[in-house]
């Protein structure tokens, strides 16, 4: 689900930096991938870079054609969406093989840059949200919040339960603790 209206009232909050129908019309060529509408309406909204640089947008500070760092990225069709500013990644997997849809995967670099290390969001709209949200009013208690907090997220993000159970980030979780 793309909430445009959630999603403005958040950028409102935030420098205003817009591309240009150029910059948009060139974009699906420069990074030759198929490129999901969702992903398209983001970019319409606000470059990414209007989030201190931390998410990606089009060629203005950091872009997605120059963020595939990792050559299995395009490969694999995933595209570069944000980064958590520790060298991980947010991508967005375009070719539905965590499940039906377009969800975004954090990629931790340390692990592998070419395996996903959990979900964070069902689709790209969720992520923009949860991501905005967490930037602007950091949680207290991140275990409870994105993308750790279980009901937290499927309250919010109910269709994150469509994608690979092994990936949703509490499993991963509970999982790496030995639980």
Not at 121 to 149: K, Y
Not at 158 to 171: D, M, N, T
Request: charge should be negative; hydrophobic fraction near 40%; aromatic fraction near 12%.
């Amino acid at each position: 689900m793309f909430d445009t209206k959630k999603i403005q009232e958040l950028l409102a909050k935030l420098p205003e930096i817009s591309p240009t129908s150029a910059d948009l019309d060139g974009f699906g060529r420069d990074i030759v991938i198929p490129v999901p509408d969702e992903l398209l309406a983001w970019l319409q909204l606000a470059s990414g870079p209007c989030v201190p640089s931390r998410l990606f947008g089009l060629p203005m500070r950091r872009d997605i054609a120059s963020a595939f760092d990792y050559p299995s990225w395009k490969q694999k069709k995933w595209v570069p969406v944000g980064t958590d500013g520790c060298g991980n990644y947010y991508l967005l997997a375009t070719q539905q093989e965590f499940g039906k849809g377009f969800p975004i995967i954090f990629v931790d670099t340390m692990e592998s840059s070419g395996a996903p290390s959990y979900l964070v969001a069902s689709d790209i709209g969720h992520f923009l949200v949860f991501f905005l949200e967490d930037e602007i009013n950091r949680p207290v208690i991140p275990e409870e919040a994105w993308p750790f907090g279980e009901d937290y997220v499927i309250k919010r993000d109910p269709g994150i339960l469509g994608f690979s159970k092994e990936l949703l980030p509490w499993e991963v979780d509970k999982k790496s603790r030995g639980a």
